[in-house]
Nanobody, 113 residues
């Protein structure tokens, strides 16, 4: 599965942003696409993933729970990560991944005033 992440940028604290991950390939299930991030100097971590076949079945890292929402548009083959109430601690390169084996190139988010 080929993944293309986009939507990163510079945002002020308290702001919001939506990332997109567009997938291509054959015979894959959209609910296996998840979002990860790697803050500067730190290890990559899981941010959000689907836990079932419906878009409402999802789970989040404790640090983003209540602020981030993962969703998808199967027709567009795109998974989104809506990020609200951003803080400098959310600064990272964000990656989407299929089954933790195929990875997109990453899109960078910087939260700073």
């Amino acid at each position: 599965v080929q993944l293309q992440a986009s939507g990163g940028g510079l945002v002020q604290p308290g702001g919001y942003l939506r990332l997109s991950c567009t997938a291509s390939g054959s015979a894959f299930a959209m609910n296996f696409i998840a979002w990860y991030r790697q803050p500067p100097g730190k290890a990559r971590e899981l941010v959000a993933q689907f836990t079932g076949r419906t878009t409402t079945e999802s789970e989040y890292a404790n640090s983003v729970k209540g602020r981030f929402t993962i969703s998808r548009d199967n027709a567009r083959r795109t998974v989104y990560l809506q990020m609200n109430s951003l803080t400098p601690e959310d600064t990272a390169v964000y990656y989407c991944s299929y089954r933790n084996t195929d990875w997109g190139q990453g899109t960078e988010l910087t939260v700073s005033s």
